[in-house]
C-alpha cells in the first residue's frame, strides 16, 4: 500500500523533523501511519528505514489494548529503553492517523526529549492533515 503526498507537504515534514533533530540530541526520527507506511523521516532515519514496518503499529495497537484494559485512558506514548539508547514512539489522537518515531541515548534528557516530540508533532497536525488517509 502507498500513500500519495503533494511534494510541498512532504517537504515540509522533512523541514519538520529536521529542525526537531537539528535542536536536539534525537535521531532517526520519522512519520509513520498508524498502519505502519513510513511518511517522511529524516537523514539519519534513513539508515534504519526496515524498522518502520508493522512493528510500531503493532506496539501502538498492544498499547492501546492495554492502557484501555487498566482504565488508564487513552494511549499517548510508548518508551522502549535498550541498552545503548531509548526509542520514542508518540501516539497522534484517535482521529491521527500517524506517529512520530524518534530515538535517542541521554537518558538524563528523557522527559525533555517527549515534550520537544509533542511539541514537534502538534506543530505538524495540520500538514498532516492534508494527506489523504484512503
Known amino acids: 500500500m502507498e500513500i500519495k503526498i503533494d511534494q510541498e507537504v512532504l517537504d515540509d515534514l522533512m523541514r ?4 526537531l533533530e537539528g535542536s ?3 535521531e532517526a526520527t520519522a512519520i ?10 529524516s537523514e539519519t532515519a534513513d539508515v534504519v528505514a526496515d524498522i518502520y514496518s508493522a512493528s ?9 489494548k492495554i492502557s484501555q484494559g487498566l482504565d488508564q ?3 499517548q506514548e510508548i518508551v522502549i529503553r535498550g541498552t ?13 492517523n500517524y506517529m512520530l518515531f524518534s530515538s535517542c541515548k541521554k537518558a538524563f534528557k528523557l522527559g525533555y526529549y517527549v515534550h520537544k516530540l509533542k511539541k514537534a508533532f502538534e506543530i505538524m497536525e495540520p500538514v498532516l492533515k492534508q494527506i489523504p488517509t484512503a
Open 16 to 19: 519538520l523533523l529536521e529542525t
Open 24 to 26: 536536539t540530541d534525537l
Open 32 to 41: 509513520v501511519s498508524k498502519t505502519g507506511l513510513r511518511i517522511a523521516s
Open 56 to 64: 510500531p503499529a503493532t506496539l501502538i495497537s498492544l498499547g492501546q
Open 73 to 75: 485512558g487513552e494511549l
Open 84 to 96: 545503548k539508547g531509548y526509542t520514542i514512539i508518540l501516539v497522534g489522537a484517535q482521529d491521527n
